[in-house]
């Protein structure tokens, strides 16, 4: 396909959609991505019709959604501007179709990972983490059955990344053993899931050494002051308008968010 011109043809189906709520079925056959490269393409023209991005999301770090997806590595998103809060938050949610929440474990950078082309290490990465933030991420999709529409859709849909919401920042996270960390997700005060740090491919800075290494594979790069989300340690929860969520990360603090309509 002629990259350019058809990646923003397919954005602006999504974009649409995403205005006027209209559930697809997937892309048109005529700008449908048939690689990674046209996947991201279009991502990225979807992310500037709806702001300006200010970090990063990982989707499919759990094991079993790859197997669903079909796929044997993360995808990244994009985090934006005016869809990003601080715990407690109010998030308008009329406009979504699936509201899912996702109880994850974030990073804000404190400096830059250019791209290079000597793989990053892990200790690397490590490195350049400012503070950790524990967080909930809204997720949804237009698509009326996602895995149907597969991974390359998902990517070209911003891997279905909707809301973010960030609770206190940690400064001591050296010390912290975040594969064991525990997350309980309660809505309207039941516990719906559990999960621990390990559930994120791993753990959470694999996760984050896994995106360092892809954007530089691509040419990009992360910057100091960017937040990465870090993909859900828990399963994902479906949620109603009116519901209020609350990710509890024991002694690392609560998130919470209001969904309200209209």
Same mark, same amino acid.
């Given at each position: 396909? +002629?990259?350019?011109?058809?990646?923003?043809?397919? @954005?602006?189906? &999504?974009? +649409?959609?995403?205005?006027?709520?209209?559930?697809?079925?997937?892309?048109?056959?005529?700008?449908?991505?048939? #690689?990674?490269? !046209?996947?991201? @393409? *279009?991502?990225?023209?979807?992310?500037?019709?709806?702001?300006?991005?200010?970090?990063?999301?990982?989707?499919?770090?759990?094991?079993?959604?790859?197997?669903?997806?079909?796929?044997?590595?993360?995808? @990244?998103?994009?985090?934006?501007?005016?869809?990003?809060?601080? #715990?407690?938050?109010?998030?308008?949610?009329?406009?979504?179709?699936?509201?899912? *929440? !996702?109880?994850?474990?974030?990073?804000?950078?404190?400096? /830059?990972?250019?791209?290079?082309?000597?793989?990053?290490?892990?200790?690397?990465?490590?490195? @350049? *983490?400012?503070? =950790? =933030?524990?967080?909930?991420?809204?997720?949804?999709?237009?698509?009326?059955?996602?895995?149907?529409?597969?991974?390359?859709?998902?990517?070209?849909? $911003?891997?279905?990344?909707?809301?973010?919401?960030?609770?206190?920042?940690?400064?001591?996270?050296?010390?912290? /053993? &975040?594969?064991?960390?525990?997350?309980?997700?309660?809505? $309207?005060?039941?516990?719906?899931?559990?999960?621990?740090?390990? $559930?994120?491919?791993?753990?959470?800075?694999?996760? &984050? +050494?896994?995106?360092? $290494?892809?954007?530089?594979?691509?040419?990009?790069? =992360?910057?100091?002051?960017?937040?990465?989300? +870090?993909?859900?340690?828990?399963?994902?929860?479906?949620?109603?308008?009116?519901?209020?969520?609350?990710?509890?990360?024991?002694?690392?603090?609560?998130?919470?968010?209001?969904?309200?309509?209209?």
């Amino acid at each position: 396909m +002629t990259q350019d011109l058809t990646a923003k043809k397919a @954005a602006a189906y &999504l974009f +649409t959609a995403m205005r006027q709520r209209r559930a697809l079925e997937g892309l048109p056959s005529l700008c449908r991505p048939e #690689s990674l490269a !046209e996947a991201y @393409a *279009i991502q990225d023209c979807l992310v500037a019709m709806i702001g300006t991005p200010v970090g990063y999301k990982i989707a499919f770090t759990n094991s079993g959604i790859q197997r669903q997806m079909g796929v044997t590595e993360p995808a @990244a998103g994009r985090l934006i501007e005016s869809r990003v809060f601080d #715990s407690p938050a109010e998030v308008d949610v009329s406009s979504l179709f699936r509201i899912g *929440i !996702e109880s994850e474990f974030a990073f804000r950078m404190a400096h /830059d990972l250019p791209a290079t082309s000597a793989p990053y290490s892990g200790d690397v990465v490590v490195e @350049a *983490i400012d503070v =950790l =933030l524990p967080a909930i991420e809204i997720v949804d999709t237009r698509y009326v059955d996602w895995v149907k529409c597969g991974a390359l859709q998902a990517i070209a849909d $911003n891997v279905f990344g909707s809301h973010w919401i960030a609770g206190e920042p940690i400064q001591d996270w050296r010390s912290l /053993d &975040l594969s064991a960390a525990e997350v309980v997700t309660r809505v $309207n005060g039941l516990e719906v899931t559990r999960g621990i740090g390990a $559930n994120v491919f791993d753990h959470p800075f694999d996760a &984050l +050494t896994w995106l360092a $290494n892809d954007l530089a594979n691509r040419g990009l790069g =992360l910057r100091g002051g960017e937040v990465v989300t +870090t993909g859900s340690a828990t399963s994902i929860v479906i949620a109603q308008p009116g519901d209020i969520a609350v990710a509890d990360f024991g002694p690392l603090g609560l998130v919470s968010v209001s969904l309200v309509y209209g």
